[in-house]
């Protein structure tokens, strides 16, 4: 009964984070308006050290309805499958999957571009729901994994350069930086307590055996 009811209460967690990271960039790309202020002044400009902090605004600004609309349905569901692990430890993948991408895009992309938009994070996500259960030894997430590359591995194409308006490098790194996050922010990762002994079935030490 308990573990029904905290998992449903994750469940409902994730949904309503999600949904609500959704309709924030929604909301910002309705005030955005027509002419994108916003998108133009926090877009990320690749190497130039004043727009290097952009790389975190950037991933919630799009160039226009049609650009969010497309990255709407896999963000929520990469994200709500993500999230159900909990919500602290979604937010610092996805604090590592912006950071990679927003970097990658600022170290390689073309001179004279402006790049926005939510669509490293979608790769992200991709890439760390792929790789999560095969780092942590989950059969469950590894069957998540493999139903999520069944539905959606046709969007690896987007990260060879194959479209001169369409930001390969964001979904590349993107995606380097899903799988990094599932190996870095792995349950058990943490520092072992000193002194502590695991694997062991036998006396404490200092007595015979």
Request: some cysteine; aromatic content about 12%.
């Amino acid at each position: 009964m308990g573990n029904g009811v905290s998992r449903r209460g994750r469940a409902a967690a994730a949904a309503l984070l999600m949904l609500g990271w959704v309709g924030l960039l929604w909301a910002l790309e309705a005030a955005d308006g027509t002419n994108g202020p916003l998108v133009r002044e926090y877009g990320i400009q690749p190497r130039d050290t004043g727009e290097l902090l952009h790389i975190y605004p950037a991933a919630f600004l799009h160039f226009g309805f049609n650009h969010l609309s497309a990255n709407t349905l896999p963000l929520l569901i990469f994200g709500f499958l993500a999230a159900l692990r909990g919500i602290g430890r979604f937010l610092a993948v996805c604090f590592v999957i912006i950071t990679v991408s927003g970097l990658g895009i600022w170290l390689f992309a073309w001179e004279n571009t402006n790049t926005a938009g939510a669509s490293g994070v979608v790769f992200g996500l991709f890439g760390y729901l792929l790789a999560r259960g095969f780092v942590e030894k989950d059969a469950l997430d590894i069957t998540v994994g493999i139903t999520v590359f069944l539905l959606y591995g046709s969007i690896l194409w987007g990260v060879l350069p194959t479209n001169p308006g369409i930001s390969w490098q964001g979904h590349l790194f993107g995606l380097i930086g899903g799988v990094l996050a599932a190996y870095w922010l792995r349950r058990g990762a943490g520092p072992r307590v000193p002194g502590r002994r695991t694997g062991t079935t036998g006396p404490p030490p200092g007595h015979p055996g």
